[in-house]
T-cell receptor
């Protein structure tokens, strides 16, 4: 069964600190891997998208990495802000005809405290 | 519209009642998707539309769930005889077409509570 596993489930950090969220997946072959941010009561919003041939992608203070050999990805948040408090979801898009059926991790809930 | 719009944003219903959830995709997006998100869990795929056709309904959990799309625009997800286990956030997304699933945009969801 295709799976996307994220860790930790939840994380609390102080404002200004950095953090790294992890994603392991078994989806194979895959087309792309995304990280989404989901604020409470809102739909997920895309942060980064990486194809299987890319190994890093940045979006402001967010940097995602991808190791297709070990099937691992991470999302690094630099100089965290209170507004970073949200769930961060790792999503893998299978290759081939089922590419529309994104496979979602359960997310990491991040709380940034002042 | 500028984004994917879902209504209502919240719905509380009694067990056994039917509910309809609405999704207005981004104008021109031919692909539309419905997902369910239970508390603390990942999104579960329900159904995918390409135009007004639904080539993949494999995620619908039971025959109480159905969805339609008209005018290659608005979609309605209907849950008949609701059960408490149906309580979840129902998210809709749209994308320009299925081949590139880039441009995938989510709505804010409908939070359904069955009491």
């Amino acid at each position: 069964k295709n799976q996307v596993e994220q860790s930790p489930q939840s994380l609390i950090i102080l404002e200004g600190k950095n953090c790294t969220l992890q994603c392991n997946y078994t989806v194979s072959p895959f087309s792309n891997l995304r990280w989404y941010k989901q604020d409470t009561g809102r739909g997920p919003v895309s942060l980064t998208i990486m194809t299987f041939s890319e190994n890093t992608k940045s979006n402001g203070r967010y940097t995602a990495t991808l190791d297709a050999d070990t099937k691992q990805s991470s999302l690094h948040i630099t100089a965290s802000q209170l507004s970073d408090s949200a769930s961060y979801i790792c999503v893998v898009s299978p290759r081939m005809d089922s590419s529309y059926k994104l496979i979602f991790g359960s997310g990491t809930r991040l709380l940034v405290r002042p | 519209g500028a984004g994917v719009s879902q209504s209502p944003s919240n719905k509380v219903t009694e067990k056994g009642k039917d509910v309809e959830l609405r999704c207005d995709p981004i104008s021109g997006h031919t692909a539309l998707y419905w997902y369910r998100q239970r508390l603390g869990q990942g999104l579960e795929f329900l159904i995918y539309f390409q135009g007004n056709s639904a080539p993949d309904k494999s995620g619908l959990p039971s025959d109480r769930f159905s969805a339609e799309r008209t005018g290659e625009s608005v979609s309605t997800l209907t849950i008949q005889r609701t059960q408490q286990e149906d309580s979840a956030v129902y998210l809709c997304a749209s994308s320009p077409n299925r081949r590139t699933n880039y441009g995938y945009t989510f709505g804010s969801g409908t939070r359904l509570t069955v009491v």
